[in-house]
């Protein structure tokens, strides 16, 4: 089903690569697409769970790599994705992809608002 309108939202947050919001003809059936930074380099329990893996004190643990991840979820027409009488917190979003870097998030979220907007994403 073809897209009635695509919201792309401002984001602040640096950690934010996109937010948009796809609305459908269908009422009430809108989709939030959400890239982000999904490494935790910079909280306790990232560095934590590093040193575990790596065998070393929590002070000498090094950063992990960088990862990207897209995701779409079911949403309200203001873009939040939990206050929906049928949504539940914990699940899984309809689709997730992961990227390497910061250009190819960029351009894996456009490509995700592209199909999704033209119907042809597969969930």
Not at 18 to 38: D, Q, Y
Not at 57 to 68: L, Q
Request: aromatic share 8%.
């Amino acid at each position: 089903m073809r897209a009635r309108r695509v919201f792309e939202l401002p984001v602040e947050d640096p950690d934010c690569i996109g937010l948009t919001i796809v609305a459908t003809w269908w009422p009430g059936r809108n989709f939030s697409i959400l890239t982000f930074r999904a490494d935790n380099n910079k909280t306790a329990i990232g560095q934590l769970t590093r040193s575990l893996q790596q065998g070393v004190p929590f002070a000498e643990a090094k950063p992990g790599p960088e990862r990207f991840v897209t995701t779409v979820s079911k949403c309200d027409k203001d873009g939040m994705v939990c206050p929906m009488p049928d949504c539940d917190p914990l699940a899984e979003p309809l689709y997730e992809r992961e990227y390497s870097d910061e250009p190819q998030a960029r351009a894996g979220h456009a490509e995700t608002v592209n199909l999704l907007a033209s119907g042809r994403l597969k969930m």
